[in-house]
């Protein structure tokens, strides 16, 4: 091993050291749901009966661990419920309904309902009566990024733990079961199941039982841990102890199988594990600090060190993250030109394939990138967290002798615009390919702001960053300028605008405002690109239009819009299909970004034809062509702020052209 690989590796063996001690958490940010279709004033009588709602459960769920209760019968009801684990005191139960509604207040402001899950307990509150009514449809899924050394065995043992907790939880009184089983001589599965109170157990087993049918959607299916929110039930996973073990000693043990060539283990043996786990961790953790800080002083002055490196600590536990760079060249024949996919801002992309026939794509961060550095640490700690089959996956990374390159799955039809707005492929695009691919990227924004841990801003999505695989499913890419958001940001500002003439809001092109809504933007104009197979950029019409967007609403006000549809790629379309698509760009350019559509509102209106949809306002075009300079693209040092903060004008510096 050389001197140079050695702080990547001893990065690598402590972050896997670290993922042994327990009590790590899986997010700090609280889940909840609030519903904005209906609202209450500060001096309305709903507001009263809510306050008496809440000072009800706060009185008396921790006696028993659950109460539902209802304020005003008759005038603007109040209905709400709280839960407590079944495994908690009555004093953490206590402070955990205090603080989730003094939580909820604030997350759901003026909103007539809203649930909240904390780790100790579940709040939740209506206008409309929903005790003992099962509801599996609204739910969230929340999950680790590390997965299971053994998949397959990591799978059929939970899936055995689930189902043997799922029938405990039915016979239990209190609708709540938890237990474990060993995975490894090391390491045990933990679980928990929970029901509202309020449901009868067959409504109850029917919750967990879909619950369950989840588990699989969590990343590629094996992940370490997991939670599964529903309206009415709880799931929760792990491979470190989240729960009171002595609740799980006073239980007997679920009717798990346990590995090959096991035993049962005895409480001695119970407890030395639970003792030596930590203790283990920190003996090796010094161990290899000082292995590491022995090689570190040893190695010469010109040795080029990794920035910052300690920011990756954020990728958690992760087998196999870091590659060979022999491996890698191996599988590209050394970086070879015929095997070179094309190059982006980043550097240039080959396609390469690893000794078990496994195909990649590798990015090799260009010399000459002086932001590069900046935008791979960005993607790598954020892509690695992100699992969604309409984005594409990051296998891992390599930060050998001067070598910087990302690995990510091989995607066989390269991106979007080779087809879109190719002379000849084009004719591949029919309307049935177009309006999926319309889809599935409206699916991955979706998971990008709404159901991945922290909201993600890709603030770099075109026709470019659009890789197509073999059945021609979208997967987003490139998130080199993406940006996270915490629970209290709504919008983020920037001094240094990076990313794509032709597809960039106005709010953020002219005044470096960007939030959810300029992504929406982006897919706007993705959305228009992909019906008429014409570039926003460098548009040219016969009519007075200067861009995309005007020129699509001009034949939306003159009735013409299925003119729109580019010949060749629409042989058998639905006119109704075409004409709302393209309704559904017209609402994401908008100029104001407050009536731009979210992209769960977006989703559902590509799904359901019963949703009407608002009549668009005129888009506008803002920043002439002429203004235009080819720069290196990179990273902004801008900051997220919350909501209310005012945001200062923004030089246009990093714009990278289409």
């Given at each position: 091993?050389?001197?140079?690989?050695?702080?990547?590796?001893?990065?690598?063996?402590?972050?896997?050291?670290?993922?042994?001690?327990?009590?790590?958490?899986?997010?700090?940010?609280?889940?909840?749901?609030?519903?904005?279709?209906?609202?209450?004033?500060?001096?309305?009588?709903?507001?009263?009966?809510?306050?008496?709602?809440?000072?009800?459960?706060?009185?008396?769920?921790?006696?028993?661990?659950?109460?539902?209760?209802?304020?005003?019968?008759?005038?603007?009801?109040?209905?709400?419920?709280?839960?407590?684990?079944?495994?908690?005191?009555?004093?953490?139960?206590?402070?955990?309904?205090?603080?989730?509604?003094?939580?909820i207040?604030?997350?759901?402001?003026?909103?007539?309902?809203?649930?909240?899950?904390?780790?100790?307990c579940?709040l939740?509150?209506?206008?409309?009566?929903?005790?003992?009514?099962?509801?599996?449809?609204?739910?969230?899924?929340?999950?680790?990024?590390?997965?299971?050394?053994?998949?397959?065995?990591?799978?059929?043992?939970l899936?055995q733990?689930?189902?043997?907790?799922a029938?405990?939880?039915y016979?239990?009184?209190?609708l709540?079961?938890?237990?474990?089983?060993?995975?490894?001589?090391?390491?045990?599965?933990?679980?928990?199941?929970?029901?509202?109170?309020?449901?009868?157990?067959?409504?109850?087993?029917?919750?967990?039982?879909?619950?369950?049918?989840?588990?699989?959607?969590?990343?590629?299916?094996?992940q370490?841990?997991?939670?599964?929110?529903?309206?009415?039930c709880?799931?929760?996973?792990?491979?470190?102890?989240?729960?009171?073990?002595?609740a799980?000693?006073?239980?007997?043990?679920?009717?798990?199988s346990?590995?090959?060539?096991?035993?049962?283990?005895?409480?001695?043996?119970?407890?030395?594990?639970?003792?030596?786990?930590?203790?283990?961790?920190a003996?090796?953790?010094?161990?290899?600090?000082?292995?590491?800080?022995?090689?570190?002083?040893?190695?010469?002055?010109?040795?080029?060190?990794?920035?910052?490196?300690?920011?990756m600590?954020?990728?958690?536990?992760?087998?196999?993250?870091?590659?060979?760079?022999?491996?890698?060249?191996?599988?590209?024949?050394?970086?070879?030109?015929?095997?070179?996919?094309?190059?982006?801002?980043?550097?240039?992309?080959?396609?390469?394939?690893?000794?078990?026939?496994?195909?990649?794509?590798?990015?090799?961060?260009?010399?000459?990138?002086?932001?590069?550095?900046?935008?791979?640490?960005?993607?790598?700690?954020?892509?690695?967290?992100?699992?969604?089959?309409?984005?594409?996956?990051?296998?891992?990374?390599?930060?050998?002798?001067?070598?910087?390159?990302?690995?990510y799955?091989?995607?066989?039809?390269?991106?979007?615009?080779?087809f879109?707005?190719?002379?000849?492929?084009?004719?591949?695009?029919?309307?049935?390919?177009?309006?999926?691919?319309?889809?599935?990227?409206?699916?991955?924004?979706?998971?990008?702001?709404?159901?991945?841990?922290?909201?993600?801003?890709?603030?770099?999505l075109?026709?470019?960053?659009?890789?197509?695989?073999?059945d021609?499913?979208?997967?987003?890419?490139?998130?080199?300028?993406?940006?996270?958001?915490?629970?209290?940001?709504?919008?983020?500002?920037?001094?240094?605008?990076?990313g794509?003439?032709?597809?960039?809001?106005?709010?953020?092109?002219?005044?470096?405002?960007?939030?959810?809504?300029?992504?929406?933007?982006?897919?706007?104009?993705?959305?228009?690109?992909?019906?008429?197979?014409?570039?926003?950029?460098?548009?040219?019409?016969?009519?007075?239009?200067?861009?995309?967007?005007?020129?699509?609403?001009?034949?939306?006000?003159?009735g013409?819009?299925?003119?729109?549809?580019?010949s060749?790629?629409?042989?058998?379309?639905?006119?109704?299909?075409?004409?709302?698509?393209?309704?559904?760009?017209?609402?994401?350019?908008?100029?104001?970004?407050?009536?731009?559509?979210?992209?769960?509102?977006?989703?559902?209106?590509?799904?359901?034809?019963?949703?009407?949809?608002?009549?668009?306002?005129?888009?506008?075009?803002?920043?002439?062509?002429?203004?235009?300079?080819?720069?290196?693209p990179?990273?902004?040092?801008?900051?997220?702020?919350?909501?209310?903060?005012?945001?200062?004008?923004?030089?246009?510096?990093?714009?990278?052209?289409?």
């Amino acid at each position: 091993m050389s001197n140079d690989t050695m702080p990547s590796y001893c990065f690598l063996l402590i972050i896997i050291i670290f993922s042994c001690i327990p009590n790590i958490a899986l997010s700090n940010d609280p889940a909840h749901i609030c519903s904005f279709d209906s609202n209450y004033t500060s001096n309305s009588t709903f507001k009263t009966n809510l306050n008496l709602l809440f000072t009800s459960l706060i009185s008396n769920t921790p006696a028993t661990g659950f109460y539902n209760d209802t304020k005003g019968n008759a005038t603007e009801p109040a209905y709400g419920l709280a839960l407590c684990r079944g495994d908690v005191s009555n004093d953490v139960c206590n402070n955990c309904v205090n603080s989730s509604v003094q939580q909820i207040i604030q997350l759901c402001p003026q909103q007539k309902s809203g649930i909240l899950w904390l780790p100790e307990c579940i709040l939740r509150y209506s206008n409309q009566n929903f005790f003992s009514s099962v509801d599996t449809l609204t739910r969230r899924l929340l999950y680790n990024i590390g997965n299971a050394s053994e998949p397959e065995r990591f799978s059929k043992l939970l899936e055995q733990l689930m189902d043997s907790l799922a029938v405990k939880a039915y016979e239990s009184t209190l609708l709540f079961a938890l237990g474990s089983v060993n995975f490894t001589i090391f390491q045990k599965i933990y679980g928990l199941l929970m029901c509202t109170r309020d449901l009868s157990k067959d409504d109850c087993n029917l919750c967990l039982r879909e619950s369950i049918s989840q588990i699989p959607n969590m990343g590629n299916g094996y992940q370490l841990g997991g939670v599964v929110l529903t309206m009415s039930c709880y799931l929760k996973f792990e491979v470190y102890p989240f729960y009171n073990l002595s609740a799980e000693a006073a239980e007997t043990q679920p009717p798990v199988s346990s590995p090959p060539g096991q035993t049962e283990s005895n409480d001695t043996a119970k407890i030395a594990a639970a003792i030596g786990t930590p203790s283990i961790a920190a003996v090796l953790f010094l161990s290899v600090a000082f292995f590491c800080l022995v090689k570190r002083r040893a190695r010469k002055s010109s040795v080029r060190k990794i920035q910052d490196e300690g920011e990756m600590q954020e990728l958690g536990s992760l087998d196999s993250f870091f590659f060979d760079l022999a491996a890698l060249k191996e599988a590209t024949d050394d970086f070879s030109e015929a095997n070179k996919l094309g190059e982006g801002g980043f550097g240039p992309v080959y396609k390469g394939v690893l000794n078990d026939g496994q195909e990649i794509a590798v990015k090799r961060l260009s010399e000459k990138s002086s932001q590069g550095l900046v935008e791979m640490k960005n993607e790598v700690v954020l892509v690695a967290k992100l699992q969604h089959k309409n984005l594409v996956r990051l296998l891992g990374c390599c930060l050998e002798e001067k070598e910087r390159l990302l690995v990510y799955e091989y995607i066989p039809n390269t991106s979007l615009d080779k087809f879109l707005f190719d002379p000849i492929k084009y004719t591949q695009l029919d309307w049935t390919r177009r309006y999926k691919i319309i889809e599935g990227i409206g699916r991955g924004l979706l998971y990008l702001h709404e159901d991945s841990r922290r909201t993600v801003i890709h603030r770099d999505l075109k026709a470019s960053n659009i890789l197509l695989d073999g059945d021609m499913n979208p997967k987003i890419s490139d998130f080199g300028l993406a940006k996270l958001f915490n629970a209290d940001e709504t919008q983020g500002k920037t001094n240094r605008i990076a990313g794509t003439y032709g597809y960039m809001a106005p709010e953020y092109a002219l005044h470096g405002v960007f939030s959810t809504k300029s992504d929406v933007y982006s897919y706007g104009i993705l959305v228009l690109e992909i019906i008429t197979g014409k570039k926003n950029c460098g548009f040219q019409a016969s009519g007075s239009a200067t861009d995309l967007p005007t020129n699509v609403w001009q034949h939306w006000n003159g009735g013409t819009s299925l003119e729109l549809m580019e010949s060749g790629g629409g042989d058998q379309f639905r006119a109704e299909q075409v004409l709302r698509c393209i309704h559904i760009g017209l609402l994401c350019v908008q100029e104001d970004p407050k009536q731009r559509p979210s992209m769960a509102s977006i989703v559902l209106m590509l799904n359901s034809y019963s949703t009407s949809l608002p009549a668009p306002s005129p888009p506008t075009f803002y920043f002439p062509s002429n203004t235009m300079n080819k720069v290196q693209p990179g990273m902004d040092e801008g900051s997220t702020q919350k909501a209310g903060n005012s945001v200062n004008a923004a030089s246009i510096d990093e714009i990278e052209p289409c």
